[in-house]
């Protein structure tokens, strides 16, 4: 629906969110969805206890099953080292529970990127051995941290 129908008949759009989840187009910026609370609580309800039924299980498994589970879903942890492995495993887990409670997913995405970036550099043997040779140089003086 566009935004104009829901300004000029907003008593029908209510109505269509009793059924279901409305999408109100806008031209001035991305689409809103306009969902009942209801549902958003439900739904969040059932994803803390997903997650905390998901690091429950992940947790009482030894560090290489609880990898080998992920790597299932996320290939690329497959090319961390074991120890970088087994900490993936800890930052899914709390990132999957911080996510849930606050209802905020971009906080288990953000943690997903960062670990796939990891992994990207891991694939790559010539950079893995420039970003941990040692630095012999000396760069100079490096500037006081400004407050800007």
């Given at each position: 629906?566009?935004?104009?129908?829901?300004?000029?008949?907003?008593?029908?759009?209510?109505?269509?969110?009793?059924?279901?989840?409305?999408?109100?187009?806008?031209r001035?910026?991305?689409?809103?969805?306009?969902?009942?609370?209801?549902?958003?609580?439900?739904?969040?309800?059932?994803?803390?206890?997903?997650?905390r039924?998901?690091?429950?299980?992940?947790?009482?498994?030894?560090?290489?099953?609880?990898?080998?589970?992920?790597?299932?879903?996320?290939?690329?942890?497959?090319?961390?080292?074991?120890?970088?492995?087994?900490?993936?495993?800890?930052?899914?887990?709390?990132?999957?529970?911080?996510?849930?409670?606050?209802?905020?997913?971009?906080?288990?995405?953000?943690?997903?990127?960062?670990?796939?970036?990891?992994?990207?550099?891991?694939?790559?043997?010539?950079?893995?051995?420039?970003?941990?040779?040692?630095l012999?140089?000396?760069?100079?003086?490096?500037?006081?941290?400004?407050?800007?």
């Amino acid at each position: 629906m566009q935004w104009s129908e829901l300004q000029r008949d907003p008593k029908s759009v209510a109505a269509l969110a009793d059924q279901g989840d409305v999408r109100v187009r806008r031209r001035d910026g991305a689409p809103l969805l306009l969902v009942r609370e209801d549902a958003v609580v439900s739904a969040s309800d059932g994803a803390v206890s997903a997650a905390r039924a998901l690091r429950n299980a992940l947790a009482h498994l030894p560090d290489e099953a609880a990898a080998d589970v992920l790597i299932e879903e996320f290939p690329w942890a497959d090319l961390l080292p074991a120890a970088e492995r087994a900490e993936f495993v800890t930052d899914f887990l709390r990132a999957v529970g911080a996510s849930a409670e606050l209802g905020r997913w971009s906080v288990l995405a953000q943690v997903l990127v960062e670990w796939k970036a990891t992994a990207a550099v891991y694939a790559d043997p010539a950079l893995v051995g420039e970003l941990s040779r040692p630095l012999e140089d000396d760069l100079g003086p490096v500037p006081a941290p400004s407050e800007s």
